[in-house]
């Protein structure tokens, strides 16, 4: 299952050329702050960019506070400190990144359909299931219909 943390790591991957982006865990800080679970690590950015890249990256945060009422922690690395700490971030990719280059449905798909897929990125694929919602297109089963995250892209 994608979900919204994993939409929103993917966002930042990309909005950032594709940098290392992951959220914080016990290989970076042993410690814990209020926030934790809700902060962003995203290596391998100049000190010179760190600052455009923060404001670049703000209507996200605000975005997640009117839709989640959590707000986003984000720690740059640099190239030097992640190759010192962190050369690890560079060999992992998230799994729910995908190609840009992959085809979206292009079959019309029924009205009653709504919704933001994290997985596949597609709109109006979702189907209320349950408790959540199933992608017709990929299968992806999430909690919430994605619309906020949609608003991103």
Known sequence: MVGEREAIRDYVSRITGGKPVCWLDE??????FEGRDWTLEIFDVPHQEQ??????????NRRVWQALHQS?????HTPEETTRLYSWARQERPSGLLDST??????????SLTGYCFRCHQERTLRSEGTGHR????GNEQQTDGLWVASLQ
């Open 135 to 138: 992608c017709v297109s990929c």
């Open 27 to 32: 290989r970076i800080s042993k410690g814990d």
């Open 102 to 111: 992959k085809p979206r449905t292009s079959a019309p798909l029924p009205a």
């Open 51 to 60: 600052r455009a890249l923060h404001a670049r990256l703000w209507s996200l």
């Open 72 to 76: 986003l922690t984000l720690v740059f």
